[in-house]
């Protein structure tokens, strides 16, 4: 009810409510009016997480478009970047030393991407895989000094065509598997089981959903079933269980799709990613039907802000981590008008059940 010539004063109060309790011990974490670059963790206000210089800088006049931190074997630790010139270089596992493992790559419409693979048979060196839409792909073949280009790739890959070579790959019980090469966008393609850099020795590849999306652009392996994600829009499950391949279902079990093969990332028991549009989501294993679900994680809370804050255009590269330490899933992306990764959207997932989710 409004008085006249009384001043209306608004009252703000934290997630669970207005707290006026001199025992500030009873004051719930959520009882927060504002709490900035800082997290909940362990019942505790600490401070968000940040970046710390790795090492020295692998070349002063490159600027690293993506980073992968690969383990050769249980002891060896190393630090790979692909620059912005086309090289790739590999550390001494601290960053304190550096060399190139592969130079001159083509560098126009690139989207550089790594992953590792799984072993592919006992005393087999564990891989690293390089693709990036444009280039042949290549592999670090353990602890080596050079990548290596694949000996057998797909006969879709036409080598030294740029339009005809995979943009992601994603290792999925025991084989590693690749698409994304535009002349066959909606196609995902196995390798042999003992050499993933052979896809063309015994031939497998799989339709998914082909003239729907305009093409695939990444995957992630969860829970026995093979997820992909296409552009614009479009999540699919490859249910890989059955022995014989001639049964395997594919089915839609999202509509946001994704930009870029980096947008995606496993946090816990469940699989994050950003769509296109900025909004992220989380796909969930389910028992009632046997498969999973999805859900919208920003409508809510962040709105249009990814629309205001993010270029839009360049998720193809933006890069999301789980820091399972601090419980924070990040996203390093490139600001309104910059085409570089120069900003971090990171989500806090303590005490997400209680309170809800926290954005730093």
């Not at 290596?148 to 019980?173: C, I, K, L, Y």
Request: proline share 5%.
């Amino acid at each position: 009810m409004a008085y006249d010539g009384v001043t209306v004063v608004e009252v703000v109060a934290g997630r669970e409510g207005l707290w006026g309790i001199r025992n500030r011990n009873l004051i719930p974490l959520g009882g927060l009016i504002e709490l900035r670059n800082a997290t909940l963790e362990d019942y505790t206000w600490r401070t968000g997480g940040g970046a710390s210089l790795l090492g020295s800088a692998f070349d002063a006049a490159r600027t690293g478009k993506v980073a992968f931190n690969f383990w050769p074997d249980g002891d060896t630790e190393r630090n790979v970047v692909v620059d912005d010139t086309g090289r790739i270089w590999k550390d001494n596992g601290s960053g304190g030393g550096w060399a190139t493992v592969q130079t001159g790559l083509t560098t126009a419409n690139w989207h550089p991407f790594l992953v590792p693979g799984a072993a592919e048979s006992s005393g087999s060196n564990r891989k690293l895989f390089y693709f990036d839409r444009v280039n042949n792909p290549l592999y670090l073949d353990g602890d080596g000094a050079a990548m290596t280009a694949f000996a057998s790739p797909a006969a879709d890959w036409t080598p030294g065509n740029v339009n005809r070579q995979p943009s992601f790959g994603v290792s999925h019980q025991g084989y590693m598997w690749a698409g994304g090469n535009l002349n066959a966008p909606n196609r995902i393609y196995r390798s042999t089981l003992t050499d993933h850099a052979s896809f063309g020795a015994t031939p497998y590849s799989l339709p998914v959903f082909p003239g729907l999306r305009q093409r695939l652009v990444g995957g992630l392996s969860y829970k026995g079933v093979l997820l992909l994600w296409a552009y614009p829009s479009g999540l699919y499950a490859v249910d890989t269980s059955d022995p014989s391949d001639a049964n395997w279902r594919i089915i839609q079990v999202g509509s946001p799709g994704a930009a870029g093969p980096m947008n995606m990332a496993a946090i816990e028991d469940d699989i994050m990613w950003v769509s296109p549009d900025g909004s992220w989501h989380l796909v969930s294993a389910t028992t009632a039907t046997g498969s999973v679900r999805a859900e919208d994680l920003t409508a809510r809370k962040l709105g249009s802000f990814s629309r205001e804050q993010i270029n839009l255009n360049q998720l193809i590269d933006a890069q999301m981590i789980y820091y399972s330490n601090k419980q924070e899933i990040m996203l390093a992306c490139a600001a309104q008008g910059q085409t570089s990764k120069t900003r971090r959207l990171h989500m806090d997932l303590n005490k997400r059940s209680e309170v809800g989710e926290r954005w730093l």
